[in-house]
C-alpha cells in the first residue's frame, strides 16, 4: 500500500488525481499504475486500469490470476469489473469514494454471486494517508478556482 500512496503522489505531481495502484502476484510487483485520465486523455485511465494493462504487459498474459490488487481509493463500477475480469483474487483500497464507489460506498459489485469471479476484498488499508492526499487536490482545486473568479 505504500508504493500504490507513492504512485498516487506522482499522480498528484503531474495534476491527475491522486491515486494509485499496485498489482503483486507471488510476493513479486508486476504491475503499477496511477490516474493518468487527462494527460493520456483517456477516460479509461484510471490507476487500476493502468496497473492491470501493465501486469499483463510484464506476465504477458489479461488473466492475472492468483495476484492481488492494492488501491489508495475504493474503486469505481470501470475498473471493479476489470479487476473480475482480470481475475485478480484480492483487492485491498484505502479510502471510501462515498460518490463511485462500488465495492462497499454506493455499490456492492464484488458481493455479486452472479459474476464468473469473486474477488476477496477489504478497505481501510492507510485510509487516512489516502483521503488526506484527495482532500489536499480537491481543496487546491477550489481555491485556484475560487481565486480565479475573485479577481
Given amino acids: 500500500m505504500e508504493l500504490a500512496l507513492y504512485l498516487a503522489n506522482t499522480a498528484l505531481k503531474v495534476n491527475e488525481v ?3 495502484a499496485v498489482i503483486v502476484n507471488n510476493g513479486k510487483v508486476i504491475g503499477t499504475g496511477f490516474n493518468q485520465v487527462i494527460s493520456n486523455k483517456s477516460v479509461s485511465s484510471h490507476a487500476e486500469i493502468v496497473a492491470i494493462n501493465n501486469a ?3 506476465i504477458q498474459n489479461y488473466r492475472l490470476l492468483n495476484s492481488e490488487i492494492y488501491v489508495t481509493l475504493e474503486p469505481c463500477h470501470m475498473c471493479a469489473k476489470a479487476i473480475v475480469d482480470a481475475r485478480i483474487n484480492n483487492l485491498y483500497f484505502g479510502a471510501l469514494e462515498p460518490k463511485t464507489g462500488a465495492v462497499k460506498s454506493i455499490d456492492r ?4 454471486e452472479d459474476l464468473n469471479h469473486m474477488v476477496k476484498h ?3 488499508h492507510m485510509a487516512e494517508e489516502s483521503a488526506e492526499l484527495l482532500k489536499n487536490f480537491f481543496r487546491s482545486k477550489r481555491q485556484k478556482s475560487e481565486h480565479r473568479f475573485s479577481t
Fill in 18 to 20: 491522486p491515486v494509485g
Fill in 56 to 58: 499483463s504487459q510484464t
Fill in 109 to 112: 459489485f464484488l458481493d455479486r
Fill in 122 to 124: 477489504s478497505g481501510g
